[in-house]
């Protein structure tokens, strides 16, 4: 774990504040407070202001970490570990190893060492606001709900990528320096104590910055996007009830709609969205992904991913998906190839001189219609779930589905994430993995993509250096 020997509070501190003023320099409404330069461990939370720069260097963190969007990104990884993307050029040979399930130890994924930073800054950031007698008991409260809301999102990545990381609520790297693998249930029982936590000390119904304030943008979460998180967690658990339960909280929520405009449902003020991250560089203002995503003759082909056939053949004749949310781009020499591309982002300029008006949307709306009708299926409400199913169908200008049978219907719920939720946030992937369907349909796919499929590569490897410098750390099976 990049945990090991890195962080004291004083560093720890400084990086947060380097990163303040770089943010402060953008402007960005997720940074509030004084300049934390000089910050160490004794003033990091001595005041609602220092604590607050604190978290809002978190969020900061986050926006510019390779983990959340970029040609590192999970959107991007997983959407060509799956069958999702296509990589087309040798240019990207760093993405090669997940197109080709090919994830060799030796150079592996950079998921690992930026969930153990993140989460040694959520760790340090919970722990002393928790200690701190200086912060008011209001902003206390919301400030430790932001962060536990990380943190369990940053685990569940976490667990679903690596089945059994070391699990980590200290920011003592003694501690953490000789962690073990923990479990699956015992990493879950900590996400869902931090969501529940987070769901109870989170904003109702408004959205706020770091000093409480309402604001528009949705980037900061808040009560309702716990429970949101809530209700995939428990779908990942299989805990029916729960799941509906959470859906329902948020579906039944004004302030959330599905967006009829499909060409609308990726701005930043978008009404489908539940949490977005604000871009915070420098260089540009909207979303990296889709510089990535969309295909045209500006970057001849050598840094985009086009969508995987398999994709675009799911489509159903008329799905207003396909015609709004897949471009698609003939090239003009030979051989002369049309390609389809994931068209939901439609600012692929990295210039900072283009209107900011997208933002990464990380949760949306739609999802929860599919939660609960997947959860509702599960429990044999058959009628509830196709419900759910016709309302995001209705939206994509389909006719209801004729699914009846239970069986049927899980299928109409697959079918469905896979059309609506594509090239965001590895949700085939890791839908596909929970279903037990992954070994399945990665079996036929990776040949089509010129690799290999073998069933361990479902989780992927950890580091070696920190096996070497752990020795209580186990390697996941496959890649010794």
Not at 154 to 172: E, K, M, R, W
Not at 335 to 343: L, M, S
Not at 383 to 403: C, E, F, H, M, Y
């Amino acid at each position: 774990m990049k945990i090991r020997k890195i962080y004291s509070i004083a560093v720890y501190m400084s990086v947060l504040a380097i990163l303040g003023l770089l943010g402060s320099s953008c402007k960005k409404a997720i940074q509030v407070g004084p300049s934390l330069v000089a910050a160490n461990s004794s003033n990091a939370f001595s005041s609602n202001s220092a604590a607050q720069s604190v978290v809002s260097g978190i969020y900061t963190r986050m926006s510019a970490g390779s983990f959340f969007q970029g040609s590192a990104g999970i959107s991007l990884t997983m959407g060509l570990a799956a069958d999702e993307l296509i990589n087309i050029s040798s240019n990207n040979s760093s993405l090669g190893t997940f197109y080709l399930n090919s994830y060799a130890p030796i150079s592996p994924p950079p998921f690992w060492s930026e969930f153990y930073k993140e989460l040694f800054f959520c760790n340090t950031a919970i722990n002393g606001i928790s200690g701190s007698s200086a912060i008011t008991d209001g902003v206390k409260k919301q400030l430790l709900g932001e962060v536990k809301f990380l943190r369990a999102y940053i685990y569940f990545y976490a667990v679903n990528l690596y089945g059994t990381p070391p699990l980590t609520t200290s920011d003592d790297y003694t501690v953490n320096n000789v962690l073990p693998n923990s479990t699956p249930d015992a990493i879950y029982k900590q996400i869902v104590q931090d969501l529940t936590d987070a769901q109870g000390a989170l904003a109702d119904n408004v959205y706020v910055d770091a000093s409480g304030n309402t604001v528009t943008d949705r980037i900061r979460p808040n009560k309702q996007v716990a429970s949101a998180m809530l209700a995939r967690v428990y779908l990942y658990l299989k805990d029916w009830k729960n799941a509906e339960t959470q859906a329902s909280s948020v579906i039944g929520n004004a302030n959330y709609t599905l967006v009829g405009n499909l060409n609308q449902v990726f701005l930043r003020a978008s009404k489908e969205t539940l949490w977005a991250l604000q871009p915070v560089s420098q260089l540009y203002l909207n979303t990296i992904d889709a510089n990535y995503l969309i295909v045209n003759a500006s970057y001849t082909l050598s840094t985009q991913l086009p969508l995987n056939n398999n994709l675009v053949n799911a489509f159903e004749t008329g799905d207003a998906r396909l015609t709004n949310w897949v471009g698609t781009f003939t090239t003009t020499t030979a051989p002369v190839t049309t390609y389809y591309y994931a068209n939901k982002y439609k600012v692929a300029s990295l210039s900072s001189t283009i209107a900011v008006t997208e933002y990464p949307i990380v949760m949306r709306f739609a999802e929860q219609y599919l939660i609960r009708a997947e959860a509702r299926a599960q429990q044999n409400n058959l009628s509830g779930a196709v419900a759910d199913i016709n309302i995001v169908r209705a939206r994509a200008s389909l006719a209801n589905t004729t699914a009846a049978s239970q069986s049927d219907i899980l299928d109409a719920v697959a079918h469905e994430r896979q059309v609506e939720l594509f090239s965001e946030w590895g949700h085939r992937w890791f839908d596909l993995k929970r279903t037990n369907k992954l070994d399945a349909v990665m079996s036929v796919v990776t040949p089509q993509k010129g690799g290999t499929w073998s069933s361990f590569e479902q989780l992927m490897p950890i580091p070696p250096d920190d096996i070497r410098a752990d020795a209580n750390l186990k390697q996941n099976p496959g890649y010794n």
